[in-house]
């Protein structure tokens, strides 16, 4: 019997219960682990060191439990902006340099994605540091072929900084309240 396995698929389910318990907004970011003993169904054995698990061992269903639907919506929803707006500058590129090396960035990014499918390699400053940085170049891709000079459509225009600055202080304004009061319930503990 796989130890680590089934550990794996216990956690997945208490995971699954928290969310069912704090759907909406989640328990709040950075809580799981306070949280998590009291709804894990196995005890952890001593004797295998390798299954003493206090996280989800999987990402997105943490994720979803501190954040809810709302947060991981949001997040979702960001996700689908960066990927269609890869795919989009990727097919304008005129360089097969940018092209392929974009592309392996791209199944750099994919591949912790899928590794966070069963364990929690962004808990990591440097996995998450890389994530960054191969984000951010994926994004940049073809920049050089459409760029232009004429700044006023751009999304860097004050405009449209600006909206993006007033809706992340909305979302953060409103989200934040639900989130310590979540944590501080009766409920919680």
Request: charged share 15%; aromatic share 14%; hydrophobic share 50%.
């Amino acid at each position: 019997q796989d130890h680590a396995l089934v550990f794996r698929l216990s956690n997945w389910k208490d995971t699954i219960r928290i969310f069912l318990d704090f759907p909406w907004v989640g328990i709040g970011v950075g809580s799981f682990d306070e949280l998590f003993p009291f709804y894990k169904t196995i005890p952890e054995k001593a004797i295998f060191s390798q299954v003493h698990f206090h996280y989800a061992e999987n990402e997105f269903l943490q994720g979803l439990a501190e954040m809810g639907i709302i947060g991981s919506g949001l997040l979702g929803a960001f996700g689908f902006v960066l990927v269609v707006s890869f795919v989009k500058n990727w097919r304008k590129t005129t360089s097969k340099t940018a092209m392929w090396l974009s592309l392996g960035m791209a199944c750099g990014c994919v591949g912790m994605l899928t590794h966070s499918l069963v364990d929690f390699p962004t808990h990591i400053p440097s996995n998450m540091a890389l994530f960054a940085v191969l984000g951010g170049a994926i994004l940049r891709v073809g920049a050089g072929d459409i760029l232009k000079d004429d700044a006023s459509d751009s999304p860097r225009s004050t405009p449209f900084f600006l909206m993006r600055i007033g809706f992340i202080s909305l979302v953060l304004f409103l989200a934040i309240p639900f989130l310590w009061r979540q944590k501080l319930s009766d409920r919680y503990h």
